[in-house]
């Protein structure tokens, strides 16, 4: 009788353990939407405008869970459609843009904050570069902070993805390659 009791029993939490839904450890992201890229590069003659410049914008089309809140057990998100506007790396002749973050403008929502960051790379100029995409999704629910940070690193290259046209000046602006509009970048989460 044990025996049988005992058998049932074991049955019962093994049908039970089998029919668990078993949990992916990472939502799929769908692929940020590059909306826009440019570059200049001025020509150098005194008195014109003397900036370097790379500039983004992006979209997010994901709707982002940052986690579940103890206090009522529900899931906290943040809706799909997140801009970073107007990001601009800018830096004199003579500098670099590496080793900094450079801010973007966001869409207005209080949904954390996006930067760029232009890696050193061997062939470094605004027609041969690396873009380096980090969005910080950060919001406030019932007390309680909640964070998760994501990046994305696109190469860009005149002939590639960019197209555009120097002057007899020496001034020079690229551009995302209008067939090319919007251009995938899929990020990933990663550590803060």
């Not at 003397?50 to 057990?73: K, V």
């Not at 002749?93 to 929502?109: K, L, M, V, Y």
Request: aromatic share 8%.
């Amino acid at each position: 009788m044990h025996f049988l009791v005992s058998v049932t029993t074991l049955a019962a939490l093994v049908s039970t353990s089998l029919a668990a839904p078993v949990q992916p450890r990472q939502d799929t992201l769908t692929p940020w939407q590059l909306d826009a890229l440019s570059t200049f590069s001025p020509s150098g003659r005194p008195g014109n405008y003397p900036w370097l410049t790379i500039t983004a914008s992006l979209t997010d089309p994901n709707t982002l869970t940052l986690g579940t809140s103890p206090e009522n057990n529900s899931t906290v998100t943040l809706p799909s459609g997140a801009q970073a506007l107007n990001c601009q790396a800018k830096w004199l002749a003579g500098e670099t843009p590496f080793g900094r973050s450079w801010p973007c403008d966001n869409s207005g929502e209080a949904d954390g904050y996006w930067t760029i960051q232009i890696p050193k790379t061997d062939e470094f100029s605004v027609n041969n570069f690396d873009l380096v995409v980090r969005r910080v999704a950060e919001t406030l629910y019932l007390g309680s902070s909640y964070k998760k940070v994501y990046e994305a690193r696109t190469h860009f290259e005149v002939g590639v993805n960019l197209s555009g046209t120097c002057g007899g000046s020496g001034v020079c602006s690229w551009g995302l390659r209008s067939e090319l509009v919007p251009l995938d970048m899929q990020q990933s989460e990663v550590e803060d």
